[in-house]
């Protein structure tokens, strides 16, 4: 049985990350021309919104791995610009939407990666570097596969291995850019469980999810984008209107109360022949 935790929509929490009028840009293409987006402490957040939308543009500036061109992004109140990358990589950890492995790693080799950001120049490899990597491996099931090459595993154990890489960074804040791509539904909750877990223990959750359903019985906060642009933000409950999704994905439906949490389930009309 998956242990679904209805999540309650949080009230205060200083902001812990907060883009102000961000100009978000690749060197072409311009994604957000002045986006304002804030993640609370404590809170567990759920970007959704259409493909191309600007959501993991979203994700890397608040990781500082795409700096604005104008407006600011801050991580505790101070710009993220300024703040050093590894200082910042031991506060923020980013699951990207998709990386690729060095060759010939092994899951154990590329888990302990995830410590780098808090070695120092001359640090050896300590206890809690250890404990930080087996806690991540038992936490996604993957202490059986330690010594196996990454490029031998199926998509879903390859997915879990970034989200241990992820999880052995020990940050406050995690990003994870759909966590649960390419993994069975059974896995996806184990998954979403684990994070609600994090997030109970005092971690500030940041997902982008494609699951409405999903969102609504995880987030307390929810951001909808669209355009590079914030729609609204809010509790699931207050947000998700069949008039939204309408609105943001261009798709008819009814919202009804998820049987079992209660929470919004959105759940397409018919437009063509199913
Ligand atoms: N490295 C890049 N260089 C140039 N343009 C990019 C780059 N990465 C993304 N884009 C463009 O920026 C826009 C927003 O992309 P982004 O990846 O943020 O979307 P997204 O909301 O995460 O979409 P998806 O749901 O498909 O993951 C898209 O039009 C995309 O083509
Ligand atoms: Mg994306």
Redesign the pocket.
């Known amino acids: 049985m998956t242990d679904i935790h209805p999540t309650t929509p949080g009230e205060g929490g200083a902001p812990r990350l907060e883009a102000r009028g961000a100009h978000l840009a ?4 311009t ?1 957000s021309e002045s986006i304002d987006a804030s993640v609370r402490d404590g809170s567990f957040t759920v970007i959704v ?1 259409p ?7 979203l994700l890397r500036a608040f990781a500082r791995l795409l700096t604005p061109r104008s407006g600011s992004v801050l991580l505790d109140g101070r710009d993220l610009a300024r703040v050093p990358a590894k200082e910042a990589a031991r506060t923020v950890g980013l699951l990207p ?1 998709s990386s690729q492995a060095p060759e010939g790693i092994t899951v154990g080799e590329l888990v302990s990666r995830g410590r780098y950001p808090h070695q120092g120049l001359f640090r050896q490899w300590s206890e809690a570097d250890r404990d930080a990597v087996a806690t991540a491996l038992a936490e996604t099931d993957l202490t059986d596969l330690v010594d196996v090459p990454v490029d031998e595993l199926s998509g879903g154990q390859r997915q879990r291995v970034w989200v241990a890489t992820a999880l052995a960074q020990q940050t406050s804040v995690l990003l994870l850019d759909e966590p649960t791509t390419f993994l069975d539904i059974a896995h996806q909750y184990d998954l979403l469980d684990l994070f609600a877990r994090l997030h109970a223990r005092g971690t500030t959750v940041v997902a ?1 999810l494609h699951d409405l359903a999903q969102a609504a019985r995880y987030a307390t906060d929810l951001i909808v984008m669209r355009d590079g642009e914030v729609v609204v933000t809010g509790s699931p409950a207050e947000v998700l209107t069949a008039e939204l999704v309408e609105r943001v994905f261009d798709l008819p439906c009814v919202v009804v109360p998820d049987p079992v949490t209660g929470t919004p389930l959105v759940v397409p009309r018919r437009r063509g022949l199913v």
Do not use: P
């Open positions: 690749y060197e072409r293409r994604v919104g493909n191309a939308c600007g959501k993991s543009t939407q982008v």
